[in-house]
């Protein structure tokens, strides 16, 4: 079982939509957790991070854990064609604060 | 600021052949990283280097070596490169939680 999962998608929304972005972990003991967003051809960038101790609001993304069920989502309001990338998922284990475990990444399409 | 710089940024080898994946940043920050990108498998870690002097194995390091030349380069070398190690390689350095990364280099072993 891989560590950190996501659903390759492509998830197609229209514009103005809500897209729901959910990843799964295996460490129960993660306490950090990462959401990045790689655009074609490009380096991924940091969209937030959250702790284990709460939900994060900033601007139009939500990140959200679920500690019991152990998953994590980012969840995008009123979208736009630009947010058309590949997002993804990482996670800081327990046994180490240096190394962030990513999963492969969720491919989202937004429709103008 | 130049942030994280990678060179080269393309790079076609034959099977057996050397090079050394440089890397540097000039925000201070204390741990860098290398990383591989393959279609479907997201990023995986080859080396880290938590600080100047030291270096530690990632998930996938086998066929690779690492300098931590000084606080702010960390250079990626592929001693007798294989096709298997065809990818985009990022290096990354992280400033409290969040990892800036580089513009990659694509490399190609035929």
């Known amino acids: 079982q891989k560590e950190v999962e996501q659903n390759s998608g492509p998830l197609s929304v229209p514009e103005g939509a809500i897209a729901s972005l959910n990843c799964t972990y295996s460490d129960r003991g993660s306490q950090s957790f990462f959401w990045y967003r790689q655009y074609s051809g490009k380096s991924p960038e940091l969209i937030m991070f959250?702790?284990?101790?709460g939900d994060k609001e900033d601007g139009r993304f939500t990140a959200q854990l679920n500690k019991a069920s152990q998953y994590v989502s980012l969840l995008i309001r009123d979208s736009q064609p630009s947010d058309s990338a590949t997002y993804l998922c990482?996670?800081?284990?327990?046994?180490?604060?240096?190394?962030?475990?990513f999963g492969s990444g969720t491919r989202l399409l937004v429709r103008p | 600021n130049a942030g994280v710089t990678q060179t080269p940024k393309f790079q076609v080898l034959k099977t057996g052949q050397s090079m050394t994946l440089q890397c540097a940043q000039d925000?201070?920050?204390?741990?860098m990283y290398w990383y591989r990108q393959d279609p479907g498998m997201g990023l995986r870690l080859i080396y880290y280097s938590a600080s100047e002097g030291t270096t530690d194995k990632g998930e996938v390091p086998n066929g690779y070596n690492v300098s931590r030349l000084n606080k702010r380069e960390f250079s990626l070398r592929l001693e007798s490169a294989a096709p298997s190690q065809t990818s985009v390689y990022f290096c990354?350095?992280?400033?409290?939680?969040?990892?800036?990364f580089g513009p990659g280099t694509r490399l190609l072993v035929l």
């Open positions: 925000m201070n920050h204390n741990s």
């Open positions: 990354a350095s992280i400033w409290g939680q969040t990892q800036y």
């Open positions: 990482a996670v800081i284990g327990m046994d180490s604060s240096y190394k962030l475990i």
């Open positions: 959250i702790y284990s101790n």
